[in-house]
T-cell receptor, first 113, second 113 residues
Framework: SQQGEEDPQALSIQEGENATMNCSYKTSINNLQWYRQNSGRGLVHLILIRSNEREKHSGRLRVTLDTSKKSSSLLITASRAADTASYFCATKAGGTSYGKLTFGQGTILTVHP | SQTIHQWPATLVQPVGSPLSLECTVEGTSNPNLYWYRQAAGRGLQLLFYSVGIGQISSEVPQNLSASRPQDRQFILSSKKLLLSDSGFYLC????????????FGSGTRLTVV
């Protein structure tokens, strides 16, 4: 079953605008991660936020986590055409899970120059 | 530095033929290794994971099998491919068993005809 569900499924914006993607999950987690995938390529790890953290920043990326609502958001500020990609959230369950991640369906982001 | 190699990049195979996809990791020892399948550029489905040589766990019943003959080698196989085995196969390793942040290979696009 899909633990993470992203919203929206597709997002189209102009260069310079901010892009916000949301992720919801169902069970308790150890951490939540965001990945980026360019078309036809492998996924690249962007950022990890632990269950006891509420916000994290990395360059133009800002991730928030609300464990009470079981949701997370990824904000990309001042977007660029090169940010065009699919973005996935992934959750790691607590306990002995052998590092397994459960991925959502992803948000396809298109940034128009 | 750690790197992950996955090959081939693309593969077209007839129904009923065997399959062998290989994944190797360099620059680390005793990694957790994972095989995921991605359909139509959307979410990833965990197929197999391995926490050590010869230790394979299957997440979903299917026509595929996996093996880990060496510490940094993970192989995905099938004796007879089905049309439904088509997809994008991704290998990943985790440097931190507790957190589960992944590094992905570049993927193999498999088309069964």
């Amino acid at each position: 079953s899909q633990q993470g569900e992203e919203d929206p499924q597709a997002l189209s914006i102009q260069e310079g605008e901010n892009a916000t993607m949301n992720c919801s999950y169902k069970t308790s987690i150890n951490n939540l991660q965001w990945y980026r995938q360019n078309s036809g390529r492998g996924l690249v790890h962007l950022i990890l936020i632990r269950s006891n953290e509420r916000e994290k920043h990395s360059g133009r990326l800002r991730v928030t986590l609300d464990t009470s609502k079981k949701s997370s958001s990824l904000l990309i500020t001042a977007s660029r055409a090169a940010d065009t990609a699919s973005y996935f959230c992934a959750t790691k369950a607590g306990g002995t899970s052998y590092g397994k991640l459960t991925f959502g369906q992803g948000t396809i982001l298109t940034v128009h120059p | 530095s750690q790197t992950i190699h996955q090959w081939p990049a693309t593969l077209v195979q007839p129904v009923g033929s065997p399959l062998s996809l290989e994944c190797t990791v360099e620059g680390t020892s005793n990694p957790n290794l994972y095989w995921y399948r991605q359909a139509a550029g959307r979410g990833l489905q965990l197929l197999f994971y391995s926490v050590g040589i010869g230790q394979i766990s299957s997440e979903v019943p299917q026509n595929l099998s996996a093996s880990r003959p060496q510490d940094r080698q993970f192989i995905l196989s099938s004796k007879k491919l089905l049309l439904s085995d088509s997809g994008f196969y991704l290998c990943a390793w985790s440097r931190d068993r507790r957190l589960g942040g992944y590094t992905f290979g570049s993927g193999t696009r498999l088309t069964v005809v």
